[in-house]
């Protein structure tokens, strides 16, 4: 299927000011014990330090803290390698190759063919989706469930062989991406399920047994912003104080939230619990299907993981139905691995990553009503982290896809 997308005018892409990162290094950790994690902890709001996936084996460093950092290291014998010298290069060239393909298939065709071979924009994708829902009346429903800070809507599309509608008899298949701006692969991924849902759907009856109720693009500011100014962003744009911006989103569900006084962390979780337009819209679309939720999905980057609740203590306090999510993942796992794709971790959240409060899979789990809920780290594609190719997504979308088919057959 061929459809117009809208792709952002190329002048807008370069003109609107860029948060650089010249010269900032990525480390890649290998804490040894406990101990070294809790000392590494100790730089986790530092300024200029971001823990990329929270979890310390990926951490940005700001040239002016490097020195330290690395004594840091050497004294306290944590291993590390250096694995991306500078990552305004790997942006750039993100950034480039991004325009090119851009130019290219504005010089062949003066339209876009759906592939997945570049991350696409908010509006590219909402354009994507109402023109399935236009193709395939019959299985698609796509609503505007909510309205950011900046305005932007936040859709969701629901996927049932009962016009596109939620039955009421079959279960319910949840998941949201694109929370945390920054995590494009996360986005695009979910696109592609949908992409093969609805375009090859003879293909897929035994997934189209259940109802799909998916929000694509779960934190539109964020995420354009991510586009246009500030790669590395990872929160919406709130204003959280007089200085600083945004509140992470999966820090702002009402399950074990916690408060937060530094508003400028990465991980801020707003004023109050639910207190976000983008939760509200999330925690709403939860409560209306609530007699039919089945599963859960939290699709973020990056880390190779397959993470169950809860999250929000160590020692970690288990979903009740512990082992069949561990059964659960482990076939996602192998699932993955025979497409040739990465050895994913399959574990409770708070053992494996690290210990949160407020987020959405806990919610989903612990007071949403689903009988299962997952978040999944993707893959960041070898070293790339949040910057993952787009010569690559093809790939890691379908190496998901893989992840989205084998939980949705066990339920």
Same mark, same amino acid.
């Given at each position: 299927?061929r459809?117009f ?5 190329l002048?807008a892409l370069?003109?609107a000011e860029?948060?650089s ?16 994690h809790?000392l590494l902890g100790?730089?986790?709001e530092?300024?200029?330090?971001d823990f990329w996936n929270n979890a310390g084996?990926?951490i940005m460093?700001?040239?002016t803290?490097?020195e330290?950092?690395?004594a840091?290291?050497n004294v306290?014998k944590?291993?590390?390698?250096l694995?991306?010298p500078?990552v305004e ?6 950034r480039q ?5 851009r130019?290219?298939?504005?010089a062949?065709?003066?339209r876009a063919t759906?592939?997945f ?5 908010t509006e590219?994708?909402?354009?994507y989706l109402d023109g ?9 429903k796509?609503?505007t469930?909510g ?14 062989t009962?016009?596109g ?8 298949i ?6 945390h701006?920054?995590?494009?692969a996360?986005?695009?991924s979910t696109?592609?399920l ?5 375009e090859?759907?003879d293909?897929?009856a035994d997934?189209?047994q259940?109802?799909?109720?998916i ?10 912003f ?11 744009r709130v204003?959280?104080s007089?200085?600083?911006?945004g509140?992470?989103i999966?820090?702002?569900?009402n ?5 937060g006084?530094i508003?400028?962390?990465?991980t801020f979780p707003?004023p ?8 509200q +819209?999330?925690v709403?679309?939860?409560?209306? =299907?609530?007699a039919? #939720? /089945? *599963?859960y999905?939290?699709v973020h980057t990056?880390?190779?993981m ?8 160590l020692?970690?306090?288990?979903v ?10 482990e076939?996602?796992r192998?699932?993955?691995l ?6 994913y971790?399959v574990?409770?959240?708070a053992?494996?990553l690290?210990?949160a409060?407020g987020?959405?899979?806990?919610? +989903?789990?612990?007071e949403?009503?689903f009988? =299962?809920?997952?978040? #999944? /780290? *993707? ?6 982290g949040?910057d993952?190719?787009?010569s ?11 992840i989205f088919?084998?939980?949705a057959?066990?339920?």
């Amino acid at each position: 299927m061929r459809i117009f997308l809208v792709a952002l005018a190329l002048v807008a892409l370069v003109s609107a000011e860029q948060v650089s990162f010249r010269d900032y290094k990525v480390y890649k950790i290998d804490v040894a014990n406990r101990g070294q994690h809790e000392l590494l902890g100790q730089w986790r709001e530092v300024d200029g330090v971001d823990f990329w996936n929270n979890a310390g084996r990926r951490i940005m460093i700001h040239p002016t803290l490097q020195e330290k950092f690395e004594a840091f290291l050497n004294v306290n014998k944590i291993a590390n390698e250096l694995i991306i010298p500078d990552v305004e290069a790997t942006i750039e060239a993100e950034r480039q190759y991004d325009l090119q393909y851009r130019r290219t298939k504005g010089a062949t065709s003066g339209r876009a063919t759906v592939d997945f071979d570049h991350f696409w924009s908010t509006e590219e994708i909402y354009q994507y989706l109402d023109g399935l829902a236009a193709e395939f009346p019959n299985l698609v429903k796509v609503e505007t469930v909510g309205q950011t800070h900046e305005s932007r809507d936040i859709k969701s599309v629901t996927i049932s062989t009962t016009n596109g509608q939620v039955s009421g008899t079959k279960p319910v298949i949840f998941i949201d991406a694109g929370v945390h701006a920054r995590e494009w692969a996360a986005i695009m991924s979910t696109v592609y399920l949908i992409h093969e849902l609805v375009e090859h759907s003879d293909l897929y009856a035994d997934m189209l047994q259940k109802d799909w109720v998916i929000i694509p693009v779960g934190n539109p500011d964020g995420y354009e912003f991510s586009r246009t100014n500030n790669r590395m962003w990872r929160k919406n744009r709130v204003p959280a104080s007089i200085l600083c911006t945004g509140v992470d989103i999966n820090r702002n569900f009402n399950y074990r939230w916690a408060s937060g006084n530094i508003a400028c962390s990465e991980t801020f979780p707003g004023p109050n619990p639910e207190s976000e337009r983008e939760t509200q +819209a999330i925690v709403g679309l939860m409560k209306r =299907y609530a007699a039919n #939720l /089945e *599963l859960y999905l939290a699709v973020h980057t990056f880390g190779d993981m397959i993470l169950y609740p809860f999250g929000y203590t160590l020692p970690f306090v288990p979903v009740a139905n512990a082992a069949e999510h561990i059964a659960m993942g482990e076939r996602a796992r192998a699932a993955v691995l025979a497409v040739g794709g990465p050895d994913y971790i399959v574990g409770n959240s708070a053992e494996i990553l690290y210990t949160a409060n407020g987020v959405s899979d806990d919610y +989903a789990v612990g007071e949403a009503g689903f009988k =299962y809920g997952f978040t #999944l /780290e *993707l893959t960041g594609g070898g070293n790339q982290g949040f910057d993952l190719p787009a010569s690559e997504m093809s790939r890691v979308a379908s190496e998901t896809f893989e992840i989205f088919r084998s939980m949705a057959g066990d339920i």
